[in-house]
């Protein structure tokens, strides 16, 4: 069969498509990007947030039109919103043809078989820990360097406003010799650079227990140690730690272990502490300041990007304010800015104080504002530096140029040298900032 696979939201769901895409490679149906050449389209969906769930929903709308041309055509919802509304999503769509839900994924290919053989409408949404390993394969793009590895699934926080605990269950992780497998297998493969990927990768190995480990204890840190001695991998970064998670093995191991990047991506939230407390948020101002501190210790090359909510229930001018303060003494590299919005059954949504929305619209576009000044700085400040450059291949913005990744996960644009391959690292010298993005040269040496 050829396949069509979309996907809404976040870096895991990115992953679960990929590895869907291999399962099913795998079984000899082709990956195809024309929605109008497919006999199956796939949604994967996200619920973070309620535009992201309006979206897909008129995407699966409006596909009726090729299900009227062509009513052997299989759709299926996959992913968040299928397992938050399940059931439901057929009254809403009716040419849909199955929803399978974060717990199920691993079971698509036998799925597909099965409606192949007989049509009915499937919805399976139970929560299972077989995908855990069921969602171990790749789907490589020829020629790519990097690769992202799920190291946990789930999440038992329960932040206020936050959906993924209902929607992608219980906070489990993989086996640690399983992931260094995989690890090991990509790098045959010629990956050069490992994305770990979890809602709180800094938790991996914990059991699920929302108090974070004593000073000594990470197995998160273990794993890390235990990658980097993989002969292909040149970087390892991952994606997102809670901060609270950050105690000194941990801080000690990333400083030990040069192939993990310096560049860290700590969810914030807020500024204010009143907002931290009513998000559920189990850390303060001051103590993500003094982790904030302690790596910049530790590595003092160190950079940070974030995520920031504004407009959570209640948050006032002052909160809002503490916020961009925060933002501005820690100096964050880049950050991801989400204007809060009310998940059904969370607790945040069932708060009276809710923020108007051209407040959230004007405090966003503060942030927006804040950030694009910091970037440029921070960007004119790496001219006339020399950054190790990890190749990623031509430009997809300029075609005669070649584009890669410094550590601090800056684009740099230069002209190829001969020879050069996705996936070396070469010394590029910075020559010029843009606005989100570098300008450079490599520089000659004897290796090169
Ligand atoms: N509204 C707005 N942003 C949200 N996020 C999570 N839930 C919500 C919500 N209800 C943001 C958080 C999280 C990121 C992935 O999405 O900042 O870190
Ligand atoms: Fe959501 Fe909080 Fe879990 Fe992140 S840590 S996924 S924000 S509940």
């Known amino acids: 069969m050829r396949i069509y696979i979309k996907t809404y939201g976040c870096q895991m769901n990115e992953r679960d498509s990929e590895a869907l895409a291999g399962m099913l490679a795998a079984r000899g149906h082709q990956l195809t990007a024309a929605e ?28 009726k039109k090729l299900k009227q041309r062509n009513p052997d055509l299989l759709i299926g919802i996959l992913g968040c919103m299928a397992q938050r509304r399940g059931e439901e999503l057929f009254h809403e769509l009716p040419h849909l043809d199955f929803v399978l839900g974060t717990g199920q994924l691993h079971t698509l290919p036998d799925l597909l078989e099965q409606l192949a053989e007989e049509r009915k409408r499937i919805v399976e949404v139970a929560e299972s820990s077989a995908v855990l390993t069921g969602m171990g394969c790749h789907y490589l793009t020829p020629g790519s360097c990097t690769a992202q590895i799920a190291i946990t699934r789930g999440c038992n926080r329960f932040c206020a406003y936050c959906i993924v605990p209902y929607v992608r269950g219980r906070e489990i992780s993989r086996d640690h010799d399983d992931v260094v497998r995989e690890a090991r297998e990509l790098a045959e493969a010629g990956i050069r650079e490992i994305l770990l990927l979890g809602q ?39 994606t997102s730690p809670y901060v609270s998670y950050f105690n000194d093995r941990l801080i000690r191991a990333i400083a030990a272990t040069p192939k993990v990047c310096r560049n860290i991506h700590l969810p914030l939230q807020s500024g204010s502490n009143r ?35 504004v407009g959570f229930p209640g948050e006032e001018e002052s909160d809002f304010n503490a916020t961009r303060e925060l933002m501005e003494r820690v100096g964050f590299d880049n950050a991801f800015i989400f204007k809060y919005s009310p998940r059904p059954g969370t607790r945040a949504a069932a708060l009276d104080d809710q923020v108007p929305q051209s407040v959230k619209e004007e405090r966003n576009q503060l942030l927006l504002a804040d950030l694009a000044a910091r970037t440029h700085r921070h960007l004119r400040a790496l001219v006339g530096t020399e950054q190790a450059v990890l190749v990623e291949g031509v430009s997809k913005r300029m075609q005669e140029r070649w584009s890669g990744r410094t550590d601090g996960n800056r684009t740099v644009h230069f002209l190829p040298i001969d020879g050069l391959k996705a996936g070396d690292v070469v010394p590029v010298r910075i020559l010029r900032a843009g606005n989100v993005s570098l300008f450079g040269e490599i520089v000659r040496s004897e290796q090169n």
């Open 200 to 238: 709180n990768v800094a938790a991996y190995g914990l059991g699920g227990n929302i108090n974070p480990p004593p000073p000594g204890v990470s197995p998160f840190a273990d794993l890390l140690e235990e990658l980097a001695k993989i002969d292909g991998i040149r970087r390892i970064r991952f």
């Open 275 to 309: 907002i931290l407390r009513a998000m559920n948020r189990q850390y303060t101002a001051e103590s993500y300041l003094e982790t904030v501190e302690k790596l910049q210790a530790a590595m003092p090359e160190i950079t940070f990007s974030t995520d920031v909510i």
């Open 36 to 63: 109008e050449e497919a006999d199956v389209l796939l949604f994967n969906t996200c619920s973070v947030r309620e535009q992201a769930e309006r979206k897909a929903v008129g995407k699966v709308g409006f596909m």
